[in-house]
C-alpha cells in the first residue's frame, strides 16, 4: 500500500506522536469491540502485574513512567473492577502490594488475540528486516532520551515493556 502521507517537513517528534495516537485510539477501538473493560492506560499496569506478583505501587510508578496521582488513580480504578488487589507489605507497612485477581488473569488472557492484532497490523507492509530496522532507530531514539545521566539502561526499560 502506497504511503498517503506527505512526508513534509513536519518534525520526527510529531510523527512518533502522532502514530503513538493512532495506536491508542485502534487499541481502544479493539478492547471496545471486544468488550473488555480496560482503558489504554491501564493495560500496562495489568501487564506489569502479571509479570511479577507482589509489586509494590511505588515500583509500579518507576515502570511504567507516569505520574505517581496518575497511577494511583488506575489502581483504584483496576481494584473496582476486580482486577487487581492491594495489600500492606508486612516488610513496610507504607507500601502497598498489587496482585491480579482471577478476574485480573482472565482480563489479561483475553488480551492475548489483540495484541496478536495490533503487531499484525503494525507490522503490515514490512518485512522482517524493515521492521527490525525500524526497531533499532527507536531503541536509539529512546537512548537519546534517556540520556547518560539516566540510572536504568535501556535493556531495564526493554524488559518491562
Known sequence: MKNQFD?????????????M???????SAKLKTHEIDITWDQFPILKQINGQPDLSQKKMVERVRKEKTTVSRQISLLEKKGYINR?????????????????GQEVIESLSPIIEEMQE???????????????????????????EDMDESLHDIEKKC
Open 21 to 27: 495516537r493512532l495506536m491508542r485510539s485502534t487499541m
Open 87 to 103: 495489600r500492606t507489605d508486612p516488610n513496610d507497612k507504607r507500601n502497598r502490594l498489587l496482585n491480579l485477581t482471577d478476574k
Open 7 to 19: 512526508i513534509g517537513n513536519k518534525p520526527l517528534g510529531f510523527y512518533l506522536g502522532f502514530t
Open 121 to 147: 497490523l503494525l507490522s503490515r507492509g514490512f518485512s522482517l528486516e524493515e521492521e527490525n530496522r525500524l526497531k533499532e532507530m527507536l531503541l536509539r531514539i529512546c537512548e537519546n532520551l534517556l540520556g
